[in-house]
């Protein structure tokens, strides 16, 4: 498939990583219920149609919504039921169709999809635990001083990927890819760990060109939503909020402003500054 055949008019974020257990349906069913809350049309599509977390997700939420008879923003979404490249483009084109924004959600574990949206992601979003079991998927680090000896073969796929969408964002009119590492559950993480987290990260970061911005904490409450496919933006319908879970919707609300999404443009409003289309500007040692 030429690179050309992969664009659609939404914008795609993308959150992909091979590894289970560091919250990404959790983070992309919040960021895409945050951006339905803006105003933006929403698309998704669960391409994890094992365990379908962000599926059964949406589909709670859309059952609470019926049974309270309330208007509950969210995205419009499905799984991925097609077994090519080509129909899960199809699939995408179908339900993308007129959104300004289409969210995957891929499964933890390498994939053929998944490895093809993160390839064609806008917005790359890497939820990961502040642990070097996590840390090892994107880079190796020396057991002794924890400096970064080489890539790991996600991070050389993305930035392959990378190089690839450079040489043709100009002709095809593409922004680069934006590659965020999301920070999931640091406040878990003991002080001299997590230094060696950032010192490891922002060396990593350099030599490939990711953000890297905080993200959820671990709360219990985000497994009790999940029933009723709520989000920590529900106001109203959550009942009576203690301080952490206000302190944790506040955390959402950074984590989406951080992402930097090119918000759609409405009537009488100015839409958000979008990043610079530049090609990467280091090359992985």
Request: aromatic share 8%.
């Amino acid at each position: 498939m030429r690179e050309s055949q992969l664009l659609t008019t939404p914008h795609r974020i993308v959150f992909a990583n091979e590894k289970g257990g560091t919250g990404k349906s959790t983070t992309a069913v919040h960021v895409a219920v945050a951006l339905a809350y803006q105003g933006a049309t929403v698309a998704a599509l669960d391409l994890d149609t094992r365990q379908a977390t962000f599926f059964r997700y949406c589909e709670n939420r859309s059952d609470t919504q019926t049974r309270r008879g309330a208007t509950l923003p969210g995205p419009v979404f499905d799984t991925c039921h097609g077994d090519t490249i080509e129909s899960l483009e199809a699939e995408a084109a179908r339900i993308g169709e007129g959104a300004d924004f289409i969210v995957f959600d891929t499964p933890g574990r390498d994939d053929r999809f998944a490895r093809h949206v993160a390839a064609s992601a806008d917005t790359l979003v890497t939820p990961m635990n502040d642990s070097f079991v996590d840390f090892d998927l994107i880079g190796q680090v020396d057991a002794e001083t924890f400096k970064v000896r080489k890539l790991s073969f996600y991070a050389e796929l993305i930035w392959e990927a990378r190089i690839k969408r450079s040489r043709v964002q100009l002709e095809e009119s593409r922004r680069e890819m934006d590659w965020v590492v999301v920070r999931n559950r640091t406040g878990y993480t003991d002080a001299r760990n997590q230094r060696r987290i950032d010192q490891a990260l922002t060396e990593l970061s350099k030599r490939v060109g990711f953000r890297a911005v905080q993200g959820l904490s671990e709360r219990v409450i985000y497994r009790e939503l999940f029933p009723s496919g709520l989000t920590l933006l529900d106001k109203g319908h959550l009942g009576e909020l203690g301080t952490s879970h206000l302190v944790a919707r506040q955390e959402l609300r950074n984590l989406v402003q951080n992402l930097r999404l090119p918000m759609p443009k409405r009537d009488g409003e100015v839409p958000r500054a979008d990043l610079p289309a530049t090609a990467p500007a280091h090359e992985p040692a």
